[in-house]
């Protein structure tokens, strides 16, 4: 049960609901986002209710976050700090997305990923890269 100050703001749904009627987002009121939250060319991007962001997540055109409704991910993911996610790119289920993370565009994620890695492709491919997101994660908060 929800307690009186975990309700979303007036200005917070406000805001929400102006950007999604101007560039087709559906960001949930009740996925739990980080600081430094950038959106680069920010058109039909979906973030489903629940899911966890870290600090510095970059979301790019097109990319779905969201629920797995059955199965042994039932449940949305929870993404780490300084992750990109590419154009189209599909994360989905009870999955935990590291640290320094970057899903290229049109990979298909829905497998538990480590710190310092890239996914390719669809099905996602894994690959250990020490600084993956360098140059990819912008406007960061420290």
Do not use: W
């Not at 975990?6 to 200005?11: C, E, G, Q, T």
Request: proline share 4%.
């Amino acid at each position: 049960m929800r307690k009186a100050q975990d309700k979303p703001s007036v200005l917070k749904k406000f805001i929400l609901k102006k950007y999604s009627k101007k560039y087709g987002l559906e960001i949930s009121i009740n996925a739990e986002i980080g600081r430094g939250l950038y959106l680069g060319h920010p058109y039909n991007i979906t973030v489903g209710g629940g899911v966890r962001f870290g600090d510095n997540v970059n979301l790019h055109k097109g990319c779905t976050i969201g629920r797995e409704n059955r199965g042994k991910r039932e449940g949305v993911p929870s993404i780490g700090d300084n992750v990109a996610v590419g154009i189209n790119a599909t994360v989905i289920g009870n999955i935990h997305i590291g640290n320094d993370v970057m899903i290229a565009p049109n990979s298909f994620v829905n497998f538990d990923v480590p710190d310092h890695s890239i996914v390719i492709g669809n099905p996602g491919v894994i690959h250990h890269k020490d600084d993956a997101t360098k140059g990819y994660v912008s406007f960061c908060v420290e």
